[in-house]
Structure formats: C-alpha cells, structure tokens
C-alpha cells in the first residue's frame, strides 16, 4: 500500500470518509452517557472518546490513503459532533486537530495504517490532544487532573491506534485497501 499521486479525493473517498466519520462519532455519542454510567464518573467522556476516535482515523487512513484525509474527517466529525457532543462547536477544533497528529505521523512514505507502532503512536498523541484540548481548553479544568486525564487519552489512543491497524490489516489481508 503506497501513497497514491492523485492528491484529490474520488467520490469514493468522500463517500468513505463522510460515512465513516459521522458513524464513529454517532457511536462515541451513543456510548459515553453508558460508559460514564458505568464506571460512575471514573472514566471522563474524552478520555472515553480517544478510545474509538483514532481507531476509526487510523482505519480510515487505511482505507482512503490520501493526504489530509484525516483532517477532513474531523472536520465531519467535529460538524456532526456539535449537534450530539457535549462539546458542541469546540469539536469542530480539537477533532480535525486530531485528525491532523494522525495526518502528520502518516505523511511519511515509509509510514503505514497497517503498521502497529505508528499506528499505536499515533493513536497516543492524538488521544492526548484531544483529551487536553478538551478538558483543560474547554472545560476549562486547571488541577492536575488534566495532565492524568491526558495521558489515559494518550493510553487509550495508543490502544485504540493498535486495535485500528488490526483492523486495516484484516481488511487488507482481503485486498479492500487502495494501493
């Protein structure tokens, strides 16, 4: 799977990532008042959110494999996120900005989705933004508090980056991802 030369997106790439983002971020939104429910409280909704976000970036990058593609996905995200997240229109920040981390790390040419330390580094510094962004940016939250929270997100984003590679290995061992 190599970066492919056509810097645009084809309407399947837009039908892929639109898709795809507006689900992930219906599931995060379905999932977080469950999740905070059950570990009453202890896991904060962001820190919830970095477990599906970069699983599903990282994924998409695979699928898609074109520059920016994250970025334009968190831009989806954040758009439809700020009709069913708590954050509302700050998402239309912290989630392309995340998009961008995973942008960043995928840019190399020798760099791919389908592989687990990128994609598990990635997954963390993603997760971490987006966590610090949100609640010491946002909430506006200054203990130490958003440091550990921060880097849970960077634990669960870096789970979560591993378990997206796992899944665009499986799906390339099928011959579904671009080359």
């Known amino acids: 799977m190599t970066t492919t030369h056509n810097a645009w997106f084809s309407a399947r790439d837009i039908a892929l990532i639109t898709i795809f983002s507006a689900l992930v971020t219906l599931l995060v939104a379905v999932t977080a008042p469950t999740v905070t429910v059950m570990t009453a409280g202890i896991v904060p909704i962001p820190v919830w959110a970095s477990l ?10 695979a699928l898609v494999n074109r520059p920016l593609s994250n970025v334009f996905s968190g831009l989806i ?11 509302g229109m700050f998402g239309l920040i912290a989630l392309p900005a995340q998009g961008l981390v995973l942008d960043a790390v995928f840019g190399w040419r020798r760099v791919k989705p389908t592989q687990w330390a990128p994609a598990g580094l990635g997954g ?7 966590v610090f962004l949100v609640v010491y940016v946002f909430f506006e939250v ?9 880097l849970l997100g960077g634990v669960a984003g870096a789970g979560s980056g591993v378990i ?4 665009a290995r499986r799906v390339s061992r099928l011959g579904l991802l671009t080359s």
């Open 142 to 150: 200054r203990q130490p508090f958003p440091l550990v929270a921060a």
């Open 124 to 130: 963390a510094l993603a997760g971490m933004l987006f």
């Open 164 to 167: 997206g590679c796992l899944l």
């Open 77 to 87: 995200d954040g758009v439809v996120g700020s009709f069913v997240l708590p954050i």
């Open 52 to 61: 599906i976000w970069p699983m599903g970036g990282i994924f998409l990058r």
